[in-house]
């Protein structure tokens, strides 16, 4: 019932773009991708007309975005396209599956794994203002095992945002490391590993006229690690998973003044699959995410901040008749400060023939309060005392066909 977008590996292979920013402005439609200025300046996905901070992406089932931001929103720039191997975009609220934000959608990455034998491959590529792009990549696998290596080093003199004020140039530099290990135990039970380090450095302009345009500059770390087991047996299917994500941001004024912000997530997550028949199918889970960051207040002072939030879901997917396909999804989200959410969908498909189809939905979501809502500065609500999530409702209803 959900309008779906696939972009897959032969899309993303034959497209001349480096970031996956600008790989989406190309290949997908009613999405809005904004960036601040030129290469490695802030980048959102707009999904539905809704700021970033309403919808969500993962990345080999890690959650992407920064609880020090000031709305726990993903920045998407600085993400290559060379490890990426599909891309699924589901538009309209996803709430009940994917929980907290995903309210304009949700926005699947699974990276490269190895495929059988032994592989390496090398990119290099230049363009305008010195402007280096390097890729390599390690991949293979047998019967029982499978594995991705993958770096890119990108940088760029860049220009002026403000050119017609400066000549000053705004440099960037990214270096990025991606890797991906699977392992057979049995024929039912396998176990995923999925890491991902970046390192970038920007020098932006200083909007105030008279003030050093050398110094502004921000310097990110992150890293995302991610393991799951797998089993399989009969009509059951269940995964476990933990992933763990980690990311420190130095801005740097045009005084020189250095601050640092931090943000992390753990997630314990298990999700269930059992299929009764080939049109009836139930899928359920549960999660608990902790989420924590430290925010600069005085010079050599922090503010501390944390949360949870524990979830449980189910979503039973079904044929009643014919040609006509259904879900029905629940989900309840307990967060340690903003208290329980409950959110609920239902999706119809009516299948005309193998090219077109009717689907609708209607569904409700929520956004809970960003750390830096309920804590920084001691401005916005310092004590945490009553601070709600945000509630939305939606309904969407769409025709689609398909022509050779």
């Given at each position: 019932g959900s309008q779906v977008t696939i972009i897959d590996s032969k899309d993303i292979e034959k497209s001349p773009e480096t970031f996956l920013i600008d790989l989406l402005k190309n290949e997908t439609q009613g999405l809005n991708i904004f960036q601040l200025g030129s290469v490695g300046t802030n980048a959102g996905i707009q999904m539905r007309g809704l700021p970033k901070r309403y919808s969500t992406v993962y990345?080999?089932?890690?959650?992407?975005?920064?609880?020090?931001?000031?709305?726990?929103?993903?920045?998407?720039?600085?993400l290559f396209k060379n490890s990426i191997d599909r891309i699924e975009i589901l538009k309209g609220s996803q709430s009940t599956l994917y929980g907290n934000s995903a309210v304009g959608g949700t926005i699947n990455i699974f990276t490269k794994k190895g495929t059988l034998g032994k592989?390496?491959?090398?990119?290099?590529?230049?363009?305008?203002?010195?402007?280096?792009?390097?890729?390599?990549?390690?991949?293979?696998?047998?019967?029982?095992?499978?594995?991705?290596?993958?770096?890119?080093y990108y940088k760029t003199d860049g220009i002026s945002a403000m050119n017609n004020d400066n000549s000053e140039k705004d440099s960037y530099e990214n270096n990025s490391l991606k890797a991906n290990y699977g392992y057979k135990i049995s024929d039912n039970n396998k176990i995923e590993n999925s890491l991902t380090l970046k390192d970038s450095f920007l020098n932006y302009d200083e909007p105030t006229d008279g003030r050093d345009d050398t110094?502004?500059?921000?310097?990110?770390?992150?890293?995302?690690?991610?393991?799951?087991?797998?089993?399989?047996?009969?009509?059951?299917?269940?995964?476990f998973g933990y992933s763990k994500s980690a990311?420190?941001?130095?801005?740097?004024?045009?005084?020189?003044?250095e601050s640092t912000y931090e943000g992390f997530r753990d997630m314990l997550t298990y999700l269930g699959q059992y299929n009764f028949n080939l049109d009836n199918k139930v899928i359920y889970g549960s999660d608990i995410e902790f989420v924590s960051a430290k925010f600069p207040t005085d010079p050599g002072k922090n503010l501390k901040s944390d949360e949870e939030i524990y979830s449980q879901y189910i979503d039973y997917q079904f044929r009643p008749y014919g040609n006509i396909y259904t879900t029905i999804g629940a989900r309840n989200d307990k967060h340690t400060t903003a208290g329980d959410e409950q959110s609920y969908r239902i999706t119809t498909v009516y299948k005309i023939n193998a090219n077109s189809k009717i689907r609708s939905s209607y569904g409700t979501g929520f956004l809970f309060p960003a750390l830096y809502d309920g804590h920084a500065y001691g401005w916005s609500n310092a004590d945490k005392d009553s601070i709600n999530a945000e509630k939305t409702t939606s309904f969407d209803l769409g025709y689609e066909t398909f022509f050779d």
């Open positions: 990345i080999d089932g890690v959650k992407m975005s920064d609880p020090s931001a000031s709305d726990n929103g993903f920045y998407s720039q600085g592989h390496s491959n090398v990119e290099v590529n230049r363009d305008d203002h010195n402007s280096k792009d390097i890729y390599y990549s390690l991949d293979g696998a047998n019967k029982k095992q499978n594995y991705y290596l993958g770096f890119n110094k502004p500059s921000t310097d990110d770390i992150e890293a995302h690690y991610s393991v799951k087991f797998i089993n399989t047996s009969n009509s059951f299917k269940n995964t990311s420190s941001r130095m801005v740097t004024s045009y005084k020189g003044e």
